[in-house]
């Protein structure tokens, strides 16, 4: 038969072996599944995860995969998978990809589920485990390459949602040896599921697009093994029936190719950002440009004065639902540009305290985001590759202050350091977790490729 771009996934998922993972992206992927682990634990202290908790043991028959944070609780696998995944963007501190979309919070939940669901004599290895979370990982990057739409900062569906739940089908298709036939029901299979509109981003539902794309994704795997088929060109681009393409204005796919003695990831080519505090990713330019203008303020004025300030400008890329002036609760704030930059101006940092209910509802910053005015610069676009934020503070004196941040720390183009990446991951892990179990997770990732059964992590 003819090859569709469908097929050529399939056959991908289902050829794809160890091997064909270079040392860089084994690398970068073990950065990620520490990073996720940390923040999914972090997240399992917040209150939207507690209620997704609530509910998932309500209905938890088979309860044999563990939850983030709770080492007395178990659930069945994909509500185990919807738990974690909730865990891991409770605070929207989880990695983030260009094109736009939180890559790792999509499949690792589905994954470490199916590896407990699997019976002894079953169980996947460590390297199987690494192969399967960067499938997940390839097969997201390279649909979100299909459209020019997706490049930008979304409008219309949440990125994880749409890629994430295909994602999460396609790794845990691999990690259960599916056949190439299965791989491509899965996948169609998952498109059936997918799909999370922007507008309930900034509010307590907007975590339930993770864990509903590694659940849902890991359903539909569970389905395609059980013979349930799906559209076999739900990837392909057919004149007058969506498939896929439905998710995007403009849809251009194409084929996948099979691996033989080289396959180049995308991971090897684009390096992942990493968040140091927890909010949008969009929030971490104006953060780091507000610090470089309060030194500049300090430097000039002996501290921090905010009586001194006539007008705050920020002069960010448009877009609506993470220009917000006034936030009146945690999920809004970090999702406001204007909140975000006050905070680093006033702290002299962002952190998880940042969010709490106190800090957002203080005076006097309250007081600093009365002095905002944005502005959007034409050459300052909604994309993460390029987008850059700069504040400006207008002082009474006339005199004039300017921060501006074209590529924050964490950023791919400017990775965390490995050390960087280690305290954060302590940082978040230590809020339920003692210190040699944090230490026994940090070892146990980093030899990955040598665990004999990764139900272990």
């Given amino acids: 038969p003819e090859e569709t771009v469908t097929s050529s996934f399939a056959s991908f998922i289902h050829a794809v072996r160890p091997e064909h ?20 634990l972090v997240g399992s202290t917040t209150h939207v995860f507690d209620i ?6 309500l209905s938890s028959s088979v309860a044999v995969s563990s939850v983030y944070g709770k080492p007395g609780i178990k659930l069945s696998p994909t509500l185990a998978a919807f738990t974690n995944g909730v865990a891991t963007h409770s605070m ?3 990695d983030t990809w260009h094109p736009a979309t939180h890559p790792s919070g999509a499949v690792l939940p589905a994954l470490l589920a199916a590896s407990q669901m699997l019976p002894p004599s079953t169980k996947p290895n ?24 997706a490049h930008n900062i979304p409008k219309r569906f949440h990125p994880p949602s749409v890629v994430g739940t295909m994602g999460s089908a396609a790794a845990t298709a691999k990690l259960l040896s599916l056949s190439t036939a299965q791989c491509a029901h899965a996948l169609g299979i998952a498109a059936s599921l997918a799909g999370a509109p922007m507008a309930n981003a900034a509010t307590q539902a907007k975590p339930l697009h993770i864990g509903n794309a590694t659940r849902l994704g890991f359903e ?10 799906a559209n076999p060109l ?35 080519k684009q390096d992942i950002a990493f968040k140091r505090f927890p909010a949008h990713l969009g929030m971490h330019w104006v953060v780091d440009a507000a610090l470089s203008v309060r030194n500049l303020f300090i430097n000039y004025a002996g501290s921090f004065s905010p009586s001194l300030i006539r007008t705050i400008v920020l002069k960010i890329p448009v877009s609506k639902y993470i220009n917000r002036p ?13 909140f975000n930059a006050c905070t680093a101006l006033l702290d002299g940092e962002v952190g998880l305290s940042s969010f709490t209910e106190s800090s957002i509802h203080r005076q006097e910053l309250r007081e600093l985001l009365d002095k905002v005015v944005v502005e959007h610069p034409e050459d300052n676009v909604a994309n993460f590759d390029k987008m850059y934020g700069e504040v400006a503070l207008l002082l009474h004196s006339g005199d ?17 350091s490995t050390e960087s990446l280690l305290k954060k991951f302590r940082s978040n892990a230590s809020h339920v977790l003692p210190e040699e179990k944090i230490e026994a997770i940090i070892t146990t990732v980093d030899n990955l490729e040598n665990l004999s059964d990764s139900s272990q992590l």
């Fill in 400 to 416: 004039v202050l300017t921060g501006k941040c074209d590529t924050f720390y964490g950023h791919w183009r400017k990775p965390l």
């Fill in 21 to 40: 993972l270079s040392k860089t992206v084994r690398h970068r992927s073990k950065r990620m599944i520490l990073d996720s682990i940390g923040v999914g």
């Fill in 92 to 94: 929207d501190f989880d």
């Fill in 220 to 229: 539909a795997a569970l389905l395609a093994a059980r013979g349930m088929e």
């Fill in 326 to 338: 006034f936030p009146s609760s945690e999920h809004q704030a970090r999702h406001s540009f204007q």
């Fill in 52 to 57: 997704a908790l609530q509910y998932c043991r």
């Fill in 126 to 149: 460590g390297m199987d485990f690494l192969l399967a979370f960067n499938v997940g990982l390839e097969v997201q990057g390279r649909l979100m390459h299909f459209s020019t739409e």
């Fill in 234 to 268: 739900i990837l392909d681009d057919i004149p007058g029936c969506s498939g896929f393409s439905a998710f995007y204005s403009v849809y251009q796919p194409k084929p996948l190719s099979t691996p033989s003695d080289h396959h180049e990831f995308l991971l090897e």
